[in-house]
């Protein structure tokens, strides 16, 4: 099948995923397609292949890139544009895709080829990256049950197939149970306490269900088990009974009837404990560790370490609610449950500090943030970030594409940034993840290394009519975060492909760029405020804003954060770029 003619979008060539004209009727046959062109490359290297880099590695990373570049691009696609149908088709093939992979991952030839070149005497002369790549393929193809007896490889397989199917349906149904809860409320002391923003948010999404009157002053509002929505809740809604209601949704979800994951979790653990004893381990703990740096021993002891000293500062913590708790007269003192504690910690945060989150917003206005961080990355590591709209087709409107150049204004990288919560067909929580990575043999050509591609996914509160997106001081922090991550992905020299940027990174190694990245929101004002602000932001800063964030050493360090991203709502005229 020539990829140039087909009208099947997946199959077509292209230099970023065609994310905005991908439809669920493309993915069962493009995929059979590309697994079909697949498995058919990896028959010929397994005829030919020899224990050298041209003739084992530099075919071996190009000849599953495409189907799973495509299939990443789908498997993104399912968690920030879910629907029915793209769903169904996903789960049809995915048996097909796992089934190529193990293939893949239980190659002898492949296997042998590796273990050759580490027996081989050219093995200390090669670079630490490729004795990496050796060393990891090797430990990658035993975890996948290369060792196997046959009838023991063939239960594994079937363990990871069955692993696939249940854990594509657990997240399914956490989804599904998600964007089910919907709370409608008339009355305005039911919702007494939650401010502007949150009741904004609260208004648009009555709207956008049918409410077309609904307004933020006199609703009706409609609540939702989505982040921005649940955490105002629960953070400052007077009402007690509606904090214990949504918290109870919230933390059952999947839980009961149609969406019910607890015999879901029996399975994945019963499997998972199988595939452990399968490939000789106590217990897939030990499993999931093989490829990290810690051992289990190493996690529990840092774990009681945690605990023993948290414990006594934690009782103590809840021991100063109840007391504040009944100096406010609450008829709930005494008797603090789940669905209070975020509550009145906000209250005894606001009253203690003098700060409300609430009231820094304002200061946190999502472009500046952006335009904030990219001043910081181009400080710290002489890289520019531009908007490149339109180089790259999008999922969704809000979706921002970007060009990080280097000093001398070469493109090194790309990134994808979705900001917004969209409980309808978005999963949860904030992620980032690789489109494609950095790659001498996959250059496009021929000279340059292809380029490394991110997407940078964010669940946070959209803006609220003609005002852009306010964001808290924790929702920066994630920002920081991600990006983070990205930028491991994205700043890597290494034209190894198959251990360029996130590959071959230990997971319990990958936090180290975000938590450097998001350390930098409490850095303090003295150290960098000059360096990144201009004068003209310097001179707007209000004459209130130490006295919102110097009580505490924590708030102390938002200052640095708040200036960095300019004034208040009202100083703010620019358009989200």
């Known amino acids: 099948m020539s990829i140039a003619s087909t009208d099947n979008h997946l199959l077509r060539d292209f230099d970023f995923p065609p994310f905005d004209v991908i439809e669920a009727k493309h993915v069962c046959p493009g995929i059979r397609a590309l697994l079909k062109q697949t498995e058919e490359a990896l028959e010929v290297l397994e005829k030919t292949v020899e224990p050298t880099w041209p003739k084992l590695v530099e075919p071996l990373e190009k000849i599953p890139d495409r189907l799973n570049v495509v299939w990443s691009a789908l498997n993104h696609l399912k968690s920030v544009k879910n629907s029915p149908e793209l769903r169904s ?51 990658e193809a035993v975890l996948s049950g290369i060792t196997l007896e046959d009838d023991k490889r063939e239960q594994f397989n079937k363990t990871e197939q069955d692993l696939a199917k249940l854990s594509q349906k657990f997240e399914e149904n956490v989804l599904d149970s998600t964007e089910k809860f919907e709370k409608l409320i008339t009355a305005k002391k039911d919702i007494e306490g939650l401010p502007a923003t949150a009741l904004g948010l609260a208004a648009q999404t009555a709207v956008s269900k049918g409410y077309e009157n609904a307004t933020v002053e006199d609703g009706p509002w409609i609540i939702t088990l989505d982040a921005p929505s649940y955490m105002s809740v629960m953070k400052h809604a007077k009402n007690r009974t509606l904090r214990e209601e949504v918290y109870r949704a919230f933390i059952s979800r999947a839980s009961n009837g149609d969406l019910d994951n607890t015999e879901i979790i029996n399975q994945i653990l019963k499997l998972r404990l199988e595939k452990a004893k399968l490939l000789g381990y106590n217990n897939y703990a030990e499993v999931s560790m093989a490829m990290k740096m810690a051992s289990v021993e190493k996690v529990e002891e840092l774990l009681e370490k945690l605990r023993s000293a948290s414990w006594d500062p934690a009782a103590k913590d809840l021991e100063d609610l109840n007391d504040f708790c009944k100096s406010q007269g609450s008829p709930e003192a005494g008797d603090l449950n789940h669905w209070d504690i975020t509550f009145w910690s906000e209250r005894l945060h606001e009253s203690k500090y003098k700060i409300n989150e609430e009231e820094l917003r304002p200061y946190f206005l999502l472009p500046r943030v952006m335009g904030g961080l990219f001043n910081l990355v181009n400080m710290l590591f002489g890289i520019n970030v531009e908007p490149a709209d339109g180089l790259a087709l999008v999922w969704n409107h809000d979706v921002r594409f970007y060009c990080v150049n280097d000093s001398s204004g070469t493109p090194i990288a790309y990134f994808y940034f979705d900001p917004y919560s969209c409980p309808s067909e978005k999963s949860g929580g904030a992620w980032m993840g690789g489109v494609v990575s950095r790659s001498r043999i996959l250059s496009r050509d021929g000279a340059n290394a292809r380029l490394p591609v991110a997407h940078i996914v964010f669940n946070q509160m959209p803006p609220v009519g003609d005002k852009p997106s306010l964001m808290t001081f924790r929702e920066v922090e994630t920002v920081f975060h991600e990006f983070g991550h990205a930028l491991q992905h994205m700043l890597t020299k290494q034209d190894e492909g198959l251990l360029a940027g996130l590959r071959g990174i230990e997971w319990d190694a990958m936090e180290l760029p975000s938590q450097f990245m998001e350390n930098w929101c409490y850095h303090r004002y003295d150290d960098v405020f000059a360096m990144i602000l201009e004068p003209s932001i310097l001179a707007a800063k209000p004459s209130n804003l130490s006295t919102l964030v110097s009580k505490t050493n924590t708030e102390d360090r938002m200052f640095f954060a708040i200036a960095i991203f300019g004034g208040p709502l009202s100083e703010y005229s620019d358009g989200y770029c």
């Open 89 to 139: 088709t996903i789960e049809e093939v995915q048996p097909e895709k796992v089934a190529f992979d193990l293939k893949l991952d239980q190659s002898k030839p492949i296997y042998n080829a590796f273990k050759a070149i580490r027996e081989s005497p050219g093995w200390d002369s090669l670079s630490d990256a490729r004795n990496r790549i050796v060393e990891s393929q090797i430990k």
